[in-house]
């Protein structure tokens, strides 16, 4: 596998562009009052945006970014964008860490060098993380097929290319299925899989739902029934006309935040907006990475492809431990999650949401380090 060196170098005429876009935003009007109810409100969004188009620093964030080794490969025939920085300790394991829509490989910035250099040797991890076809700086996919199982089998090789034969997988969101399908598809590889993120759901059996806690029919109504009835739209949009959409979001700035930014504040232990729960800067700087690689439409089509390729998941028999954050999207169900996981850890966190790598790292970052201790 050919390994390229990488570095981010934004043309100064990209951040132009942008610029220019922003200034000449062509704004809708709104009804007074809405607030949230509806979508992002105007006064919020024009602020942020002005802040995007005459405070925020791209170069300040972009040299952040570099600080760390990048490099590109291809896999299958798709470019792959990823951070690979290994500990200083030799023995360190190997942990891939996988990030979802909407987010992007700057979730996890502030966990390597807790996750590399920690005080304690058995904490310790070389780190890869890749930008997954379609996102970031692997660029657009090319053709179709790019489902969550032909991501996890490019993991996979990617890892056997760095020369990992035993290593840990971690992901939220669609990273989630990528790590928990890389402990089905390679489990003599991978040791143990840490998710802060699962979906599950009702066998049909009536004898299941009647065996719940009170405590778990809540947690049904008050996640799976919210998201179906109000948050779901946008996955209905990307899974069956995510070309569409990319037209707008492709050529608007402040399409691409606004269509971003309302899951930072929906998903997220926030109050009132998005910021309450993750730092202004890093909001955009992960937008930025949608915006300049021009991975709207490619990065929608994971919802369709996963529509299209959708299987009762496998059963897994990776150690697997789940980190449940209060304000995450839907909680699993326990006994539910059993089914199909071999679950050897369950924590639940009294604070943070669905980014609990930008939310909470620390938190994650913890968990993490206890749940593969143990399996090295």
Known sequence: MEITPFRIEVPEAALDDLRARLAQTRWPDELPGAGWSMGVPGGYLRELVAYWRDGYDWRAQEATLNKFPQFTTEIDGQRIHFFHVRSRHENAVPLILTHGWPGSVVEFIDLIEPLTDP????????????????????GPTTEEGWELG???????????????????????????GVSR????????????????????????????????????KARLVSGLQRYDEELSGYSKVMATRPQTLAYALADSPV?????????????????????DAVDRDKILTNVMLYWLTGTAASSSRLYYEFGRAWAPPRASTA????????????????????????IVRWTEFDRGGHFAALEEPDLLVGDIQAFLRRLR
């Open 181 to 216: 399908e890389l402990g089905v598809i390679a489990p003599e590889h991978v040791i143990g899989v840490h998710l802060n993120f699962l979906l599950t759901f009702p066998s049909g059996d009536p004898a299941e739902m009647a065996a719940l806690t009170d405590a778990e």
């Open 319 to 342: 150690p697997t431990a789940l980190a449940l954050f209060p304000y995450e999207i839907a909680q699993p169900i326990r006994s539910w999650a059993e089914r199909t996981n071999r």
């Open 119 to 138: 005080e304690d040797p058995a904490d310790a991890f070389h780190v890869v993380i890749p930008s997954m076809p379609g996102y970031g700086f692997s």
């Open 150 to 176: 032909r991501i996890a089998r490019a993991w996979a090789e990617l890892m056997a290319g760095l020369g990992y034969e035993r290593y840990g997988a971690q992901g939220g969101d669609w990273g989630s």
């Open 255 to 275: 399409g691409q935040l606004a269509w971003i930014v309302e899951k930072f504040k929906d998903w997220t232990d926030s109050e009132t907006v998005p910021e």
